[in-house]
């Protein structure tokens, strides 16, 4: 669930204190780092499916 990863990484789960240009920034990253561990975990479960 991406609302808890955003929490994990402290981005939601507490008041953003530094600037607010970066917000969308690390947002976005943090959101990239999870769709890439989702695709890596996707793609491992398919390689499985053909051994």
Request: no cysteine; glycine share 0%; hydrophobic share 35%.
């Given at each position: 669930h991406i609302n808890r990863r955003l929490?994990?990484?402290k981005i939601l789960a507490d008041r953003y204190?530094?600037?607010r240009k970066r917000f969308g920034l690390r947002f976005n990253l943090i959101a990239g780092l999870h769709n890439y561990e989702l695709r890596l975990s996707s793609a491992n479960e398919i390689s499985k499916g053909y051994e």
């Open positions: 929490k994990i990484f204190r530094n600037r």
